[in-house]
Structure formats: structure tokens, C-alpha cells
């Protein structure tokens, strides 16, 4: 199955590291015309100097002005992927009022933001378009000292869900992808201890963690019309592991 998105848009955010600078080269590849999104330059440099081709902008989503300013310039796009996420693992009893805001403010508050401006661009123009956001298994669970984390993704789950039924007659489609464990700067961060990660893997069918191309192979699905009837769905790419 081949897919391609010659002549369409494309915006992913925490295009810097990661699972979203493999989405990003792989939309490029794919045809489409791809902006890279994300918060340290150096990050955005490399991915310059890797593709040429890709639109590199700097944002701290986490402000909701500047960002809201920023996007808007970017013009109109027909495919969003909102990839951009922080973690801060911890005891719930230690955890305050920044901490939350810190979580909150780019995993939920940014996706509302950027989501928003790209939909109101889709909805004016008419031509519809595919959103993705990137979830998380921890999601559908708690993890322990992952009490800011795991809330953060399930109301992103939601929000998946009410766009899903208000954006839908209007020709734009919004679905969540849900990864098992990557081991990305933020997989290391809560998964590089063996005695944690062992016990996970073997619960795992498949026997291992997710590449980035599993999810980037989702996300393309998801985001092409090959995926015209999918809207609203959480798809995990878990080997297995929420059927165990
Ligand atoms: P990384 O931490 O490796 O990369 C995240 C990228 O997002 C970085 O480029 C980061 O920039 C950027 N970013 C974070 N916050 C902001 C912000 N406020 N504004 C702009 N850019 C920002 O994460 P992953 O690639 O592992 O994760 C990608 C997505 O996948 C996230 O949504 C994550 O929750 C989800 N996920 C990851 C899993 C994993 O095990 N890795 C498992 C399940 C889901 P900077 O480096 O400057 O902070």
C-alpha cells in the first residue's frame, strides 16, 4: 500500500527529536509539504540540514499567545500532527501547581491551541483534512509516580473524541495513535531502568518496546485517505500489550 501526499500541507510539532522528526521526514518523503515545529533551534537545524526541504519554525508551545500568533502566519495546512509532549515523573504526594502547568500547558493547552488555529483554516477553506494526535498507552492506565503524565494524554484522548464528532461534518478527521514505550530521550527518562522495563516487555506479546517507524507507519495511515472512514479512534501500536 503505497501512500502519498503530493500537493497537501503537512505541520508536526516536537519536530526536533524524537518520533515526530521521523514523521516529519517521512510526510516529507511522502510528497507532502512539511513544516517542522518544535522548541530548541539546534534541534531544528540538523533536521534542516538532514531535509532541506522541510519548513523549520521555533515555538515554545507552552505560550499560548506567541503560538497561537506563530501558527496562524504559517498559512493553511491539511494535515496536523500534534506530537509535541513534555513528562516529569514523581511522587503525586510531591507534585504542585507548576508542575501540573508544566505538564498541562504544552500536552493539553498546546494541542487545544495549534488545533484550533489549524481547524479554523480547514473549516474556512472548506477542503477538510486529517489530524493526529500522538497519545499515549499511558492513556488507558496509571503508571506509577505518573500521576500528571497519564491524566495529561487521557484528556487528550477526549478531546480526540470531541473533535472527532464536532469536526467531522466538516470533512476533517481527528483520530489519537496510543505508543507502547519508545526509547527516545523520553522513553529513557521513565524506561531505562532494566527491573521496570523487563517486567513490561514480557507483558508484552510481541516482546519488545515500539520503534519510531511503528508509530510513524500508523500515523501516516491515519493521516491518508486510506483511513476516510477512521475518525475518533485510538489506535494503539503496542504490540499487544492492552490485549494481555
Ligand atoms: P522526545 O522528548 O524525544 O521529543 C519531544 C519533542 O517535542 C522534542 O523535540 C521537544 O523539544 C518537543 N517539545 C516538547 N515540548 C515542547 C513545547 N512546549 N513546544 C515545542 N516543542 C516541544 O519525545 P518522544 O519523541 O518520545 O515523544 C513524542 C510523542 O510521543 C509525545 O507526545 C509523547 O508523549 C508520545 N509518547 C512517547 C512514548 C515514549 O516512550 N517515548 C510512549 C508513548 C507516547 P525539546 O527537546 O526542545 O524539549
Redesign the pocket.
Known amino acids: 500500500m503505497e501512500i502519498r501526499f503530493d500537493g497537501k500541507r503537512a505541520m508536526v510539532?516536537?519536530?526536533?527529536?524524537?518520533?515526530?522528526?521521523d514523521i516529519a521526514k517521512a510526510l516529507h518523503k511522502c510528497g507532502a509539504d512539511t513544516v517542522a515545529?518544535?522548541?530548541?533551534q539546534a534541534?531544528l537545524d540538523s533536521l534542516k540540514e538532514e531535509c532541506p526541504g522541510i519548513q523549520i519554525v521555533t515555538?515554545?508551545?507552552?505560550d499560548w499567545t506567541r503560538?497561537r500568533d506563530t501558527v496562524s502566519d504559517l498559512g493553511n495546512f491539511d494535515l496536523l500532527v500534534?506530537?509535541?509532549?513534555?513528562?516529569r515523573v514523581g511522587p503525586f504526594l510531591e507534585f504542585g501547581e507548576k508542575d501540573i502547568d508544566f505538564i498541562f500547558?504544552?500536552?493539553f493547552k498546546?494541542v487545544f491551541n495549534v488545533t484550533q488555529t489549524v481547524a479554523r483554516g480547514m473549516v474556512e477553506r472548506g477542503t477538510g483534512g486529517a489530524i493526529v494526535n500522538?497519545?499515549?498507552?499511558?492513556a488507558t492506565r496509571g503508571f506509577d509516580r505518573h500521576s500528571l503524565?497519564c491524566p495529561s494524554?487521557a484528556a487528550l484522548n477526549s478531546l480526540t473524541q470531541v473533535l472527532a464528532i464536532e469536526l467531522g461534518p466538516k470533512k476533517i478527521r481527528v483520530n489519537s495513535v496510543?505508543?507502547?514505550?519508545?526509547?527516545?530521550?523520553?522513553?529513557r527518562?521513565?524506561?531505562s531502568d532494566p527491573a521496570k522495563a523487563n517486567p513490561f516487555i514480557a507483558r508484552t506479546p510481541t516482546g519488545r518496546?515500539?520503534e519510531?517507524e511503528d508509530?510513524t507507519n500508523a500515523v501516516l495511515f491515519l493521516l491518508s485517505d486510506k483511513a476516510a472512514m477512521i475518525n475518533g479512534t485510538m489506535l494503539p501500536v503496542d504490540g499487544g500489550y492492552l490485549a494481555n
Open positions: 510539532t516536537g519536530a526536533g527529536k524524537g518520533i515526530g522528526r515545529l518544535s522548541r530548541t534541534d515555538q515554545d508551545l507552552s503560538t500534534n506530537n509535541a509532549a513534555v513528562q500547558d504544552t500536552n498546546g500522538i497519545s499515549s498507552l499511558a503524565y494524554k496510543l505508543p507502547t514505550v519508545v526509547m527516545t530521550d523520553m522513553g527518562l521513565g524506561w518496546f515500539a519510531v508509530v
